[in-house]
């Protein structure tokens, strides 16, 4: 069964530093998705992605935050410069189409942990 | 805006038994859907069912069914013949036509299976 897949499954960096966390979306999917779960809270939305461009952002994704379809198959979000509260888990999803009646399909996540 | 609310922190169930999860949402949105996830204690986030708005039956996938109301704006999740690895966290989301992509995700139930 096709499945969505994140790379790595855990970072530890220095507070300031650039991180790229990896994602491969379902092969047949055309929108993609990260959203981030800070320990014990819940799940929210970053931005979603369709057609090489951003379709629509929360407010956490700041200017901090970037994202990338650098080949037909990875998807990427990139925190230029880490702060202490970025410390979460990040989960890459994708979906074959848009809107709600679409579900999406998350990865196995990222476990970023910000020194 | 799209609002979940899932008011059990917490639930046990004896194993074999089944349980309920509640959901309540809010939007005022005509077309959305409602999605349950189970989130293990390694942390993946694991689609379960999905219910559309529109859709006259309860939607069923297994031994999960959703108990869909759409008067009392509540779709709570039904787990029969509870086992050992249904011990997870549940969350409740929804996703609506007035919000583009994006899933917005409830607090979350943390279920317990006992044996």
């Known amino acids: 069964e096709p499945e969505v897949t994140q790379t790595p499954s855990h970072q530890v960096t220095q507070m300031g530093q650039e991180v790229i966390l990896r994602c491969v979306p379902i092969s047949n999917h055309l929108y993609f998705y990260w959203y981030r779960q800070i320990l014990g809270q819940k799940v929210e939305f970053l931005v979603s992605f369709y057609n090489n461009e951003i379709s629509e952002k929360s407010e956490i994704f700041d200017d901090q935050f970037s994202v990338e379809r650098p080949d037909g198959s990875n998807f990427t979000l990139k925190i230029r410069s880490t702060k202490l509260e970025d410390s979460a888990m990040y989960f890459c999803?994708?979906?074959?189409?848009?809107?709600?009646?679409?579900?999406?399909?998350f990865g196995p996540g990222t476990r970023l942990t910000v020194l | 805006a799209q609002k979940i609310t899932q008011t059990q922190p917490g639930m046990f169930v004896q194993e074999k038994e089944a349980v309920t999860l509640d959901c309540t949402y809010d939007?005022?949105?005509?077309?959305?859907?409602l999605f349950w996830y189970k989130q293990p204690s390694s942390g993946e986030m694991i689609f379960l069912i999905y219910q559309g708005s529109y859709d006259q039956q309860n939607a069923t996938e297994g031994r999960y069914s959703l108990n869909f109301q759409k008067a009392r704006k509540s779709a709570n999740l039904v787990i029969s013949a509870s086992q050992l690895g249904d011990s997870a966290m549940y969350f409740c989301?929804?996703?609506?036509?007035?919000?583009?992509?994006?899933?917005?995700f409830g607090t979350g139930t943390k279920l317990q299976v006992i044996p």
């Open positions: 939007t005022s949105d005509p077309s959305y859907g």
């Open positions: 989301a929804m996703s609506a036509s007035g919000g583009y992509q994006k899933v917005t």
């Open positions: 999803a994708s979906s074959e189409g848009a809107g709600w009646a679409n579900e999406q399909f």
